[in-house]
């Protein structure tokens, strides 16, 4: 299948590592240009060197910490008047776990500035650029969630049910002129995030990592992680043109854990 990503630029937040890094590898295997955004600025221009090299693409890269508004706002210009991505991948960091109660304000704002508000604001230039061409993917990552809360992750199940409320209603206001708007919910895919979260209960629970790994797989359908590029696969086929029709759409990659219809 042709997927019509050769020659598309595609702006992905968060492509130092994990999902990002996959999603970034994904598109640029397709023949898209990634400009490649996150805080590591050595990471992220190792990975653009890298794709370049493997698939004669052009590359470059963007530091940012999103947790900074002026930072945000300062990218979301460049993204209007330079980048004009015709695809973005709207990701950065999770917030730390936590029960709901007890957590300072500081880590709420933190975590709303650069897992909301911030993508909003890039995310707002973004499609202004992609309306005026008639083609235009917007795709956030957001969690399994969403859907099921998780336990001991509070922040991270209270932002991103905004975040999805933000897309969904942003996906019937641009869907008249050809910009998708989509969310992709990742289960347990196995990255450096998933990782700390498992050391941390392996740390509450006195277990191992394996203990915890374990347990987690077997209450998966699928007895397995996902592999970030399994994930990448499925969000790269919503960047793609035989995607037209696919929008307002909350897409899980998680191997059956998300229990409800
Ligand atoms: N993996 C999963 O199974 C899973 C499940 C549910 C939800 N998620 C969510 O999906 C997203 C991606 O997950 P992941 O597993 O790929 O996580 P990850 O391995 O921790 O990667 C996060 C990416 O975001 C960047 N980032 C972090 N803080 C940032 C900031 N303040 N400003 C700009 N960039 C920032 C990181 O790069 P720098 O450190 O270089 O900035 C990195 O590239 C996260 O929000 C995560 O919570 C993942």
Redesign the pocket.
């Known amino acids: 299948m042709d997927l019509g990503l050769k020659g598309k630029t595609a702006l992905v937040?968060?492509?130092?590592?994990?999902?990002?890094?996959a999603i970034a590898t994904a598109l640029a295997a397709e023949g898209s240009n990634v400009v490649l955004?996150?805080?590591?600025e050595d990471?992220?221009t190792t990975l653009a060197t890298t794709l370049s090299n493997t698939y004669g693409v052009t590359a470059s890269t963007v530091a940012?910490?999103?947790?900074d508004p002026a930072v945000a706002a300062s990218l979301a210009e460049r993204v209007r008047k330079e980048i004009k991505p015709d695809i973005l991948i709207a990701?950065?960091?999770?917030?730390p776990a936590s029960p709901s109660t007890g957590v300072a304000p500081e880590v709420w704002q933190s975590s709303a500035q650069?897992?909301l508000f911030s993508i909003i604001q890039i995310t707002e230039a973004a499609v202004e650029g992609m309306r005026a061409n008639g083609w235009g993917r917007v795709l956030a990552?957001?969690?399994?969630?969403v859907i099921q809360p998780i336990p001991n992750l509070a922040v991270?199940n209270t932002i991103r049910g905004a975040v999805a409320g933000f897309c969904k209603t942003l996906a019937a206001e641009v869907a008249g002129d050809g910009v998708t708007v989509n969310m992709i919910?990742?289960?347990?895919?196995?990255?450096?995030?998933?990782e700390?979260l498992d050391g941390g209960r392996a740390k509450r629970e006195d277990k191992t990592l394996d203990q915890v790994r374990a347990e987690n797989a077997a209450a998966i359908p699928a007895k397995r992680y996902?592999t970030?590029a399994e994930f990448a696969a499925v969000a790269t086929f919503l960047c793609s043109d035989p995607a037209a029709y696919v929008t307002g759409q909350m897409t899980r990659v998680d191997g059956g854990m998300i229990r409800s219809i």
């Open positions: 937040l968060g492509a130092s590592q994990g999902l990002g890094e955004a996150a805080r590591s990471k992220l940012a910490d999103l947790s990701n950065a960091g999770g917030p650069t897992l990552i957001g969690s399994s969630g991270s919910l990742p289960g347990k895919i196995d990255t450096g995030r998933v700390i996902g970030p």
